[in-house]
């Protein structure tokens, strides 16, 4: 039977602005100024901070408008790091941010953002975290944010941002973990410049692209989908995963990375909006099991997603057939199968890891408390409708991936 195309729909959005191209970063300058801005900070890593390939194209875009670098960002995404760069944003007299690189550096230039509009002290704000497992976001002084992706994790155009605190790096009574969401931090620019993308190195493009290209698989069959999501998400699923089988061939060209860069772009683009996120039961997934476990977020990514599509077609439709289209393969005869195995080939071919047992993840032993955390996620709202998961459920996905 057809889908119904008669279902009402509200969608709110209010989007950065996106600049896309081969050496796009060299208008970085005049987006600061659109914004009304003079003087920006560019937040980034240590590699991306020592890579000329990606930092110098930056300072040359940004030119006179460059106040400085500060270039001390981990995974770790930690509330410390925000404060050490918060000191060097007072001392630069700085009204804008630029976070370069992945997801780490482009959460932590928004938790810094959220830093910068704020008076309270810091173990204020660690109390916080701790207490709420977020940050209040100030009314007003937030510095817009543009931000220039290196990786395809997807972080560039949302309004969450990752955030931890550890006693011995900020002042807290006990390590703490959460995320900061507000449709004002959303960032006021996002810069795609596929020739950047084309320097990171492809075990680092192989360990976000799951995480991105999961994203546009969620979003079509999410609870709050929308025809505007579904033409992104489906636009831009087909590009990554053209772009991320050549890659993981090791036959990428410049062509490859305009693919992907084009890619994300599309999948991120309309899926954070005020009212809430599109993804759903591969993101909690993901989430129960790099929380409290050693696991980087791209590989559970990958080893869960076949498992968790295989359930989730098991359960209720999951529009299979939109789902099979956008990956190509609309010809099966068996929609569900077809995806799941185009997702895990997907995953495979970039030499990412297939197995739970196989990375620093929970023991069986440990699969009911991760699924009471995967249950509890937030992002289990946007699962469809007809989903009604359980603890046993989710320990079968956990035990099929093991």
């Known amino acids: 039977m057809a889908e119904s195309l008669a279902e009402p729909f509200r969608?709110?959005?209010d989007p950065a602005t996106v600049r896309y191209g081969p050496q796009c970063v060299s208008q970085l300058a005049s987006e600061v100024t659109a914004l009304g801005c003079e003087r920006a900070l560019v937040v980034t890593g240590a590699t991306v901070g020592e890579t000329p390939a990606v930092i110098e194209p930056v300072r040359a875009g940004l030119d006179e408008r460059l106040a400085g670098v500060f270039a001390g960002t981990t995974p770790k995404k930690r509330l410390g790091t925000a404060y050490e760069a918060l000191t060097q944003y007072h001392e630069a007299d700085v009204d804008c941010l630029v976070a370069v690189g992945g997801g780490s550096s482009l959460d932590v230039a928004t938790?810094?953002?959220?830093l910068a509009g704020t008076d309270r002290d810091p173990a204020a704000v660690g109390a916080e975290l701790v207490e709420r497992g977020t940050l209040s976001v100030p009314e007003s002084g937030v510095p817009p944010v543009i931000t220039v992706p290196?990786?395809?994790?997807?972080?560039?155009?949302?309004?969450?941002?990752?955030?931890?605190?550890?006693?011995?790096?900020c002042p807290v009574e006990e390590p703490a973990s959460g995320a900061v969401s507000d449709s004002r931090l959303m960032p006021a620019a996002a810069c795609y410049d596929p020739e950047l993308v084309a320097t990171t190195p492809r075990a680092v493009l192989a360990g976000s692209a799951m995480n991105g290209f999961d994203k546009g698989i969620e979003t079509l069959y999410a609870r709050n989908r929308t025809p505007v999501t579904d033409a992104t998400a489906t636009r831009g699923?087909?590009?990554?995963?053209?772009?991320?089988?050549?890659?993981?061939?090791?036959?990428?060209?410049?062509?490859?990375f305009q693919r992907l860069t084009q890619g994300i772009l599309l999948v991120q683009y309309g899926i954070s909006r005020p009212d809430g996120t599109t993804l759903s039961l591969i993101h909690a997934l993901g989430h129960g099991l790099t929380r409290t476990y050693d696991v980087q977020q791209g590989a559970a990514h990958a080893i869960v997603a076949p498992h968790a599509l295989a359930y989730l077609f098991e359960a209720v439709d999951g529009r299979r057939d939109l789902l099979a289209g956008a990956l190509g393969v609309t010809d099966a005869a068996d929609p569900a199968g077809?995806?799941?195995?185009?997702?895990?080939?997907?995953?495979?071919?970039?030499?990412?890891?297939?197995?739970?047992?196989?990375?620093?993840?929970?023991?069986?032993e440990a699969f009911p408390a991760v699924a009471e955390a995967v249950l509890a996620d937030?992002?289990?709202?946007?699962?469809?409708?007809?989903?009604?998961?359980?603890?046993?459920?989710i320990v079968g996905v956990l035990e099929a991936a093991w």
């Open 11 to 13: 969608f709110e959005y």
């Open 111 to 114: 938790v810094l953002s959220v």
């Open 150 to 169: 290196t990786t395809l994790a997807g972080a560039d155009l949302s309004q969450v941002a990752g955030v931890t605190a550890d006693p011995a790096t």
């Open 237 to 256: 699923l087909g590009l990554l995963a053209d772009g991320l089988e050549t890659l993981g061939a090791g036959e990428a060209d410049e062509t490859t």
């Open 338 to 364: 077809a995806v799941v195995e185009r997702v895990a080939d997907i995953a495979a071919g970039l030499g990412l890891p297939t197995r739970l047992r196989d990375v620093d993840g929970p023991d069986r």
């Open 378 to 393: 937030a992002f289990m709202t946007n699962a469809p409708p007809e989903l009604e998961p359980t603890r046993e459920d």
